[in-house]
């Protein structure tokens, strides 16, 4: 078993309009988990410098997976991923995504004590019709690649789901998390995992405890991954 979480920093700024990286790393550790997947990561403006410092992370014992991006950003279009000791990264890929806003995906392929794992982390657009191709365009991606188990994780900005998003993400399954967001009184499911049939789900979660609930307009999901 693996736990992999996804939360959206907000750019470490809190419901308080506190920017306070300190404050995101107590609740990224509080989740326990061995892969976190982060969007939002970066500062909004050129040079896009990292919102959560490199050196902050890693002194608090993450491995910060490189992919590539110059000028101090923590990872690529402000998605990022963080690692446990025990983690070996394999190969890392940005995946260009359509529509109007700058969006990307980023995928890193893990070697674990259970075998190999695949990463995709993302944040998608805020307009469906370009959601739905952004998806589509991850799923074409992936299968240009040798099968493995995968996980999708991030933000999807989806309110309603349906089967206009599982017919996008074909070839994955979405697992049952909780509303995130808003992070003081959640609705909606925006923050969300969904694996190969290969994986299950052995449990799920959002987490809740302060200071979550402050930290960022979204809570983070996480989810106990297994083999089948």
Same mark, same amino acid.
């Given at each position: 078993? &693996?736990? &992999? ?18 404050? &995101? ?21 050129? %040079? ?12 608090? *014992? ?32 940005? &995946? ?7 969006? *990307? ?67 994955? *399954?979405?697992?049952?998390? *909780?509303?995130?967001?808003?992070? %003081? ?34 809570? %983070? ?8």
């Amino acid at each position: 078993m &693996i736990r &992999i979480a996804s939360y959206n920093l907000q750019k470490c700024v809190g419901l308080d309009l506190r920017r306070r990286p300190d404050r &995101i790393l107590n609740v990224i550790a509080d989740l326990a988990a061995q892969v976190v997947v982060l969007q939002e990561a970066d500062k909004r403006l050129a %040079p896009r410098m990292a919102a959560l410092p490199h050196e902050m992370a890693e002194a608090e *014992g993450w491995h910060v997976v490189e992919f590539g991006q110059p000028g101090g950003s923590l990872g690529w279009h402000g998605n990022a991923m963080l690692l446990r000791p025990g983690l070996r990264v394999v190969e890392t890929q940005h &995946i260009e995504l359509p529509g109007l806003e700058p969006r *990307g995906a980023v995928r890193a392929d893990l070697e674990t004590d259970r075998g190999p794992l695949r990463v995709v982390g993302l944040h998608l657009g805020l307009v469906r019709r370009h959601r739905l191709l952004q998806v589509a365009a991850i799923m074409r991606a992936l299968a240009r690649l040798a099968p493995c188990p995968t996980v999708l994780a991030g933000d999807f900005n989806d309110w309603r789901g349906g089967a206009a998003l599982d017919a996008a993400a074909k070839g994955v *399954g979405f697992v049952a998390t *909780g509303p995130s967001f808003p992070a %003081p009184r959640p609705v909606a499911r925006l923050d969300r995992l969904a694996l190969s049939p290969d994986l299950e789900a052995l449990a799920t979660g959002v987490h809740r405890t302060r200071p979550a609930r402050v930290a960022s307009d979204h809570l %983070p999901v996480w989810a106990d991954v297994a083999r089948r």
